[in-house]
């Protein structure tokens, strides 16, 4: 008889969310095109940089260096300025983001092997592009250096590094990307779909009549959590094929597992949801209680910054936020395949949290009944 109540009430949850045309759209179309959007914007790369040239040097390296920088596909175009005055005016006027100047003798300099007269202006008001463009500025500096007579007597002397990437040896942003927007959607469409439960069947009137129903308090949880879960599992199943198929990120682990800590995963925002719901009154209380969690919880996740990074007072805080797990789960997963015990060491903390927010849930649904 349980399984009997438990199977309606999952049914009517998934019809209320299904039936409507409009949350079928919303379920199904923003996700993927902010997938597919998210892929390509949200990177930290900088490309397409417009920067400026005063060459002050008559010698054949200044005109190299520019060659360097015009052929580079990081920069997209080059003005040339006239004097100072012209730098000023640019980088004021946000039409390019760093200038170089060229001195005098810096191809004089660079041949005699002693230290050539460059400057590098920057846009302080774009600090993390102005930083990054600076980097490859500087890179193809050492690298036209490093070319000259003097520079390849003087590197014949020294020791040579040559950096190799693990695990994405090419650097391709989207591998980086793509797993941890797996993680952030599902997050955002679990936590919303299981905050409108309940706050939806008090604002509709439904929810005295489904207290008077045969089903038992935590029947009605677990109907409520159902549902959520197995639309975040389809949503992540869309996304772990555009990952393979449309972005071309490397499957190296196991997606039985994957799929193993998923279900711990959306257990433990579904439980948050759930909680969050309870607390509200109507649909729009829970969706700004969703937001007000979903937006630290990225922040805190590891998604953008490292937690390493993070003040030593706030790195505890991050150990209650279940995307800070489970991003390790699908960047290892899929990019160096992670080793079972590690999955499980993940998994636990979410097993934890699902238990505190799905226990939190219940107390607070049955202090609702009182």
């Known amino acids: 008889m349980w399984w009997t109540r438990l199977k309606a009430l999952i049914i009517k949850e998934l019809l209320a969310v299904l039936r409507d045309p409009k949350g079928r759209f919303v379920l199904i179309v923003p996700p993927v095109m902010q997938l597919l959007v998210f892929s390509y914007a949200a990177t930290l790369e900088v490309r397409n940089v417009d920067v400026m040239v005063l060459n002050r040097d008559s010698g054949h390296w200044g005109q ?16 040339t300025a006239d004097n100072q005055t012209d730098i000023r005016e640019a980088i004021d006027g946000q039409s390019v983001i760093a200038a170089i100047e060229i001195g005098p003798d810096f191809s004089r300099n660079i041949e005699a092997g002693i230290p050539a007269d460059l400057q590098i202006i920057l846009d302080g008001r774009r600090s993390n592009a102005s930083q990054i463009v600076s980097g490859y500025l500087t890179q193809i500096g050492m690298t036209l250096s490093a070319e000259t007579p003097a520079g390849q007597r ?9 950096p190799r990437n693990w695990f994405n040896a090419n650097l391709t942003y989207q591998w980086f990307m793509v797993p941890n927007l797996i993680a952030s959607i599902a997050l955002l469409i679990g936590l919303i779909v299981t905050a409108l439960s309940i706050a939806r069947e008090r604002e ?10 045969p089903l038992r308090v935590h029947e009605i949880l677990v109907g409520k959590l159902i549902p959520p879960m197995m639309i975040g599992l389809f949503h992540m199943t869309l996304y772990i094929l555009a990952a393979l198929f449309i972005f071309g990120v490397p499957l190296r682990g196991s997606l039985l597992l994957l799929y193993g800590s998923s279900i711990f995963y959306l257990g433990s925002v579904a439980g948050l949801g759930l909680f969050i719901s309870a607390l509200s009154m109507t649909q729009q209380q829970a969706i700004l209680g969703a937001f007000l969690f979903m937006v630290p919880a990225m922040l805190l996740s590891g998604f953008a910054t490292p937690i390493e990074n993070m003040p030593a007072w706030l790195q505890p805080v991050t150990t209650i936020n279940p995307l800070r797990y489970f991003l390790i789960i699908v960047k290892g997963v899929f990019l160096k395949d992670l080793p079972a015990k590690e999955v499980l060491n993940q998994t636990i903390p979410l097993a934890l949290i699902a238990t505190a927010t799905l226990g939190a849930a219940a107390w607070l649904f049955r202090r609702r009944l009182e």
């Open 64 to 79: 190299e260096l520019i060659e360097r920088i015009h052929g580079s596909p990081t920069f997209r175009r080059i003005d």
């Open 154 to 162: 003087a590197m014949a002397k020294t020791v040579a590094t040559v």
């Open 204 to 213: 509709l009137g439904t929810f005295d009549q489904l207290m008077v129903s």
